[in-house]
């Protein structure tokens, strides 16, 4: 049996004997037991349910692998209470962000034409500071008082820098082309782009200059991992540089200006400095669930390596090649250790049915 979340009932199914996910009973009973009698349900745990009908209702959810609230069309009927009229309403029933978070958000006045002073706290420059607020959209980095905004992010400096220099770049939805930065962590530099206008996140920076302010002196980044980077001069000059995925230190030609630290002098300079051995998977972060809802990464190397990832569509751990450099977090050593980390990343209720690979037919 499995919960079937459209219909809000249990139904039975033919399991193939091995594999599949969580969302499987061996009797109605304890599936209903599992997913119907749960009181207080919460909707923000709850799937997106457009309904049968067809009206064409502008509504949001909230989406609770990423974190914010999307829009949709409810058909006008059923559905379930994940189901909000406004984006603001979704936000504040079900967005909850740690406070490094809401410290590090870019500072936002909103789209209205009120004028009302406000606080917010500048990651960069680690201090609260005033600015005019236009009453409606920003975000949550916004406090009435200085005092409010001092013992909420006052202690958060040292996990906002850390947390924001370590994000990916993020264009976000709109379609702005606004020129900003952002910190590569991977290249251990900071590096341009096109930022859409509205949401993304907080590494994104006006100038270079502030981006290297708040990432590059914090960057532990191994400079024998760093690709060859010739810089933007002309002046160009025999350098050498080390080949991760070759392991070998290669020559290349430097312009004079920019590049990386990736850049020596001399042959046997760069053999000195990243000759041994030097291993291309990087350290493993501490887990965290929100790995499980990343999608599978091979990273830029050639390496073929066996690994696990959690496959939020169905709940299943699967098989991929890891290249054995950068990545994500979703990655596993062993199909075990996936299902024991992400196993109940997921409400088991609201993943699909899944026969599973083997022939067999249990009821």
Not at 100 to 129: F, N, P
Not at 130 to 147: A, K, L, V
Not at 199 to 208: K, M, Q, S, V
Not at 281 to 298: I, K
């Amino acid at each position: 049996w499995y919960f079937n979340t459209e219909t809000g009932s249990c139904e039975s199914f033919m399991y193939g004997g091995c594999l599949g996910n969580n969302n499987r009973f061996t009797t109605k009973q304890l599936c209903e037991q599992t997913c119907i009698h749960q009181e207080d349900l919460n909707p923000c745990e709850l799937p997106v349910v457009a309904g049968p009908c067809r009206g064409s209702f502008p509504r949001y959810f909230y989406d609770r692998y990423e974190n914010r609230c999307k829009p949709f069309i409810f058909g006008g009927c059923q559905g379930n209470a994940n189901n909000f009229a406004a984006d603001h309403e979704c936000s504040e029933r079900c967005v909850t962000l740690p406070a490094h978070e809401i410290c590090s958000m870019a500072k936002e006045e909103g789209t209205c034409l009120a004028r009302e002073q406000k606080w917010y706290y500048d990651y960069v420059d680690s201090q609260c500071k005033e600015f005019t607020y236009t009453g409606c959209q920003g975000n949550r980095n916004r406090f009435d008082t200085r005092e409010q905004c001092e013992r909420q992010c006052g202690s958060t400096t040292v996990a906002v820098t850390k947390d924001v220099c370590s994000l990916p770049k993020q264009e976000g939805p709109c379609k702005a082309a606004i020129l900003h930065w952002y910190f590569n962590m991977g290249a251990g530099r900071c590096e341009q782009f096109y930022y859409g206008g509205c949401e993304g996140n907080a590494n994104r920076f006006e100038t270079r200059r502030d981006c290297e302010r708040a990432c590059v002196s914090k960057a532990d980044t191994n400079i024998c991992l760093l690709p060859q980077e010739p810089g933007n001069c002309v002046e160009f000059r025999e350098r050498w540089y080390f080949h991760a995925e070759e392991g070998r230190c290669r020559r290349f030609y430097y312009g004079g200006c920019d590049g990386n630290e990736n850049n020596f002098g001399s042959h046997i300079e760069c053999e000195q400095r990243c000759g041994h051995p030097v291993s291309t998977e990087q350290p493993e972060e501490e887990f965290r669930t929100e790995f499980c809802f990343m999608p599978s990464e091979a990273g830029p190397c050639l390496n073929t390596v066996t690994r696990w990832f959690y496959d939020k569509s169905d709940g299943v751990c699967r098989e991929f090649h890891y290249g054995g450099c950068l990545g994500n977090g979703n990655r596993f050593r062993t199909r075990r250790e996936c299902e024991t980390k992400c196993g109940r990343a997921q409400d088991l209720c609201t993943l699909p049915r899944v026969k599973g690979p083997c022939s067999g037919y249990f009821t």
